[in-house]
């Protein structure tokens, strides 16, 4: 797990664009999932079969061709970090297994500053500033706004994230060409020019197409994947595409 790959100006933009853009919410969607597609909802249904009744799966359906995703891949999208599950980010600070990152500091019960992610068992939520909040809640409601009001007494924990600075952000590393990159290791696919910008340790749909990426950014075959309790991609090996 890495510190967040944007800037605090950055994060917001992603998470109002998801909103503008009238985002649904499928359980166990990312970012990277998209679009929406008929075999991607039937693994997840497979995987989660309580939560996918066939009321559930009808409504996810419906959004094959358009874009979803879940409470815990909207804020790893604002982040720019790879996809974890709601459980892993209520352990980003204030656990044994993240004490040597500091990336985060845990505020308890204070009112959150721009940026904040609220999280509470099951959920997680993008705090925009004035007193409004961006979360992907439910197929029925998909990404949508909530005042800090309304659901405060909820929320359990605040987590502060240190954001890259602007100028880092500007000066960071630039990757001239988009999309699939190769060097003397392998395959490696970038999706945006900034550092940090491309796949790893997830799977991704590119033009429709799903490809594994290993912890090193890595395109490989024959992928071993493991999940997390969430269901979010913990780790991926597999031997490299050169």
Same mark, same amino acid.
């Given at each position: ?60 359906? /419906? ?40 990336y985060y500091d845990f505020i308890d019960n204070i009112e959150p500053e721009p ?6 068992? /099951? ?94 950014g890595y395109c490989v075959i024959n992928p071993a994947i493991r999940y997390d ?8 090996? /597999?031997?490299?595409?050169?």
């Open positions: 797990m890495s510190k967040p790959k944007t800037t605090l100006n950055e994060a917001r933009t992603r998470a109002m664009k998801l909103y503008t853009d009238s985002w649904g919410y499928i359980y166990g969607f990312k970012y990277n999932y998209n679009p929406v597609t008929e075999s991607r909802i039937d693994v997840l249904a497979k995987m989660y079969p309580a939560t996918f009744t066939a009321s559930y799966i009808k409504k996810a359906k /419906g959004m094959i061709g358009g874009n979803a995703i879940d409470c815990s891949g909207l804020v790893c999208h604002c982040l720019g970090i790879s996809d974890i599950g709601s459980a892993e980010i209520g352990l980003l600070s204030g656990s044994n297994y993240y004490s040597e990152e500091d940026g904040a992610i609220l999280w509470k068992k /099951g959920h997680v939520g993008f705090y925009m500033g004035d007193g409004v909040v961006i979360e992907a809640r439910s197929i029925a409601l998909g990404v949508c706004t909530s005042k800090l009001t309304d659901t405060w007494r909820g929320w359990s924990k605040v987590l502060i994230p240190t954001y890259v600075d602007d100028k880092d952000y500007n000066e960071g590393v630039l990757y001239e060409n988009l999309g699939w990159n190769h060097d003397d290791i392998g395959w490696w696919y970038a999706y945006g020019h900034k550092q940090g910008e491309y796949y790893k340790s997830e799977i991704a749909t590119i033009n429709g197409e799903s490809f594994a990426f290993n912890e090193s309790e969430s269901g979010a991609v913990k780790s991926v090996t /597999g031997g490299k595409i050169v």
